[in-house]
């Protein structure tokens, strides 16, 4: 996957739009952040991932996931996107626009 694939899924979906964030691009929701591509280029900065599941993420595909010290006490997970597919990487970036979108435009994405 790249940050391109990552853009294509989320503008689909209600009150999802481009920003930026640390000078990076960034996907934002009603400007809260949905995620955004680390300095890497390569890394998806991905927010609303409990510690618990972001360790069982790490632990289970290694290549795909990680985070680094800044991070560890943040519920973020970081995503190598050259690493990973649609299929890891859409779910968990669903869940956080849900969280972050109205309910209104939750329910007319459904």
């Known amino acids: 996957m790249t940050f391109d694939d990552v853009r294509k899924i989320a503008l689909s979906w209600p009150e999802v739009e ?6 990076t691009p960034a996907l934002k929701v009603r400007k809260k952040m ?3 591509l680390k300095e890497d280029g390569d ?3 991905m927010p609303g991932v409990p510690q ?3 360790d069982m993420l790490v632990e289970s595909q290694p290549k795909a996931f ?3 010290d800044h991070y560890k006490d943040y519920p973020i997970v970081l995503i190598r996107l050259s690493k990973a597919n649609r299929a890891t990487v859409e779910p968990l970036l669903r869940r956080q626009w849900r969280a972050l979108a109205s ?3 939750v ?3 459904e």
Not at 18 to 23: A, I, L, M, P
């Open 18 to 23: 481009d920003g930026t964030s640390y000078g």
């Open 34 to 36: 949905l995620a955004r």
């Open 43 to 45: 890394s998806l900065v």
């Open 52 to 54: 618990d599941e972001r």
């Open 66 to 68: 990680y985070f680094t």
């Open 103 to 105: 309910k209104k435009a």
């Open 107 to 109: 329910g007319a994405a």
